[in-house]
């Protein structure tokens, strides 16, 4: 007759948590294990350390707009106003820890609801790598999003970043194209800044 032996587990030497017939180590971002017999004492040792070097990675980062000229509330803003096809640049580095990004947006509060109607263009690369601005980027033509008056929105540009990645350089360039038919907000729209977020 075959009898399944089972293994007692404690911790730091303390008092025993249980038995089962094996265990599962896992480890998390930036563990490292380390796996002993002991022999004499009839046990394997397991030390857990952090990596070193490898702080947890910010993956989510916002850009606040550039040369703001005006303010909603408290946040600063800069001002697409009704009427004109409003430009607006912006450039910020994708935090290096970001291996893809998962979506890319750029907030804004409008002064009323309606349709914005808008588009965007991207250069983005390497920096300090013998690369042309040129060599990557992306647009996203004109088109309508549903908007509601006071409410922090997000507009979504991740077609417009489809292969950047962590430690490029873009240039971003926002069009609120109010002069259109379509844009139907009548009113000013405030534009706060970009939000990227991605996976290491």
């Given at each position: 007759m075959s009898t399944t032996r089972k293994v007692t587990l404690r911790k730091d030497g303390g008092a025993d948590l249980g038995s089962a017939e094996r265990i599962n180590f896992i480890t998390g971002n930036n563990i490292i294990l380390a796996i002993a017999l002991d022999a004499a004492n009839k046990e394997f040792d397991v030390t857990i350390t952090?990596?070193?070097?490898?702080?947890p990675a910010w993956l989510d980062q916002f850009f606040p707009a550039v040369d703001p000229d005006t303010y909603k509330g408290a946040y600063a803003t800069v001002t697409m106003t009704d009427g004109v096809d409003i430009p607006i640049y912006q450039t910020f580095m994708i935090p290096k820890d970001i291996a893809t990004i998962t979506r890319a947006v750029v907030i804004i509060i409008p002064n009323a609801s309606g349709d914005l109607y808008w588009s965007c263009v991207t250069n983005f690369g390497?920096?300090?790598?013998?690369?042309?601005?040129?060599?990557?980027?992306?647009?996203?033509?004109?088109?309508?999003i549903?908007?509601?008056?006071?409410?922090?929105?997000?507009?979504?540009?991740?077609?417009?970043?489809?292969?950047?990645?962590?430690?490029?350089?873009?240039?971003?360039?926002?069009?609120?194209?109010?002069?259109?038919?379509?844009?139907?907000?009548?009113?000013?729209?405030?534009?706060?800044?970009?939000?990227?977020e991605g996976d290491s």
């Open positions: 952090a990596e070193a070097g490898l702080p390497r920096v300090c790598d013998d690369e042309d601005y040129q060599t990557h980027g992306d647009a996203i033509a004109l088109n309508a549903a908007v509601t008056v006071d409410e922090i929105e997000c507009i979504d540009i991740s077609d417009a970043l489809t292969v950047a990645v962590g430690g490029d350089l873009v240039g971003l360039h926002f069009v609120r194209a109010a002069e259109n038919v379509l844009d139907t907000i009548g009113d000013t729209v405030h534009y706060i800044g970009v939000l990227i």
